[in-house]
């Protein structure tokens, strides 16, 4: 993964069609367990005192990067307004599964603008299967169901709105658990033999009671032991509305508006929800953009140590 973070570090839920011949699925990989976070550097990174523009990250669909421009510049990205730098001048951008071959990101300060056009790498995603879903989990009817969905619905909608002012993002990403890697995030999904819309999601196996730990420091804005499609629920703003989610567990160890610290124990592998076995799915969020957050692990390391220099 590092190498092919390197290639995409360069300065500067609607379905894709799915490909007429997929490739095949690729084995369940191990992931090992990668303790502490790769060292950061201690180097001054004091902000720009005038209005540049630079980025670092995986350029690349369902990417996450970081830019460094004038404190309080207004950030946008291919038009959309997409937040602020904060008071070090830092600012989180990231890319759709279905975001095209060029992003132009922008800030704006004191009457100015600077751009960046940034190549932006295409993926190949891959068509997943998975049968023996409760009916209920893929196409419910029962009214009960529908009006806790809706409830579940609220609740989420509450936590994404999150924008924190912090900078959890800088510590660099460390994964949540050990385990087998069984579904990629962007897969094309087909429920019960119903193609469905596009995975979220990165999908590790592990014994149900395994820990799942923080892969950085954040607040938490959603803590819930039953959601419908989730099961055992845990949202993580990391700062500018950067949100990872855990879904499927079977034990929480937080709160709602408990602070974390990267490697925090925040709850336990479980099978609740739409799942046939244990397993977390880990997925990323940021201003209503699903993005991946296996990408992040080296992408967010390495950007905060180019960017800080």
């Excluded at 009960?144 to 510590?171: C, N, T, Y």
Aim: charged share 20%; hydrophobic share 40%; proline share 7%.
């Amino acid at each position: 993964m590092r190498a092919l973070a390197l290639v995409l570090l360069l300065l500067g839920c609607v379905a894709a069609e799915a490909p007429a011949n997929p490739p095949a699925s690729p084995a369940p990989t191990e992931v090992a367990d990668r303790g502490e976070a790769t060292a950061i550097s201690d180097a001054p990174d004091a902000p720009p005192t005038e209005l540049s523009l630079r980025c670092a990250g995986a350029f690349t669909q369902g990417g996450v990067a970081l830019c460094r421009t004038l404190p309080g510049a207004a950030i946008s990205i291919d038009g959309a307004a997409s937040g602020e730098a904060d008071a070090q001048g830092w600012a989180v951008i990231g890319f759709t599964r279905e975001h095209g071959a060029q992003a132009r990101v922008s800030a704006r300060a004191s009457g100015g603008e600077v751009e960046l056009s940034l190549d932006i790498a295409r993926r190949e995603f891959d068509i997943q299967r998975v049968n023996g879903l409760p009916p209920q989990t893929v196409n419910p009817t029962d009214p009960q169901v529908l009006a806790r969905i809706e409830r579940d619905s609220a609740l989420k909608r509450e936590a994404f709105a999150s924008v924190a002012p912090l900078e959890g993002w800088l510590d660099g990403f460390v994964l949540p658990l050990n385990g087998t890697v069984t579904g990629r995030w962007g897969n094309q999904r087909v429920l019960n033999g119903e193609p469905r819309d596009p995975h979220f999601g990165y999908d590790i196996a592990a014994p149900e009671g395994t820990p799942v730990r923080a892969p950085a420091s954040g607040v938490v804005t959603l803590a819930n032991p039953d959601m419908h499609f989730e099961g055992g629920l845990v949202f993580i703003d990391h700062g500018q509305g950067l949100i990872t989610m855990y879904l499927h567990m079977s034990r929480l160890d937080v709160a709602v508006g408990d602070r974390v610290e990267q490697g925090q124990t925040i709850g336990a592998v479980g099978a609740r929800g739409r799942a046939t076995g244990p397993h977390l799915c880990w997925r990323m969020r940021w201003r209503g953009r699903q993005l991946d957050p296996s990408v992040a692990l080296e992408a967010l390391t390495m950007a905060r140590e180019e960017l800080a220099r």
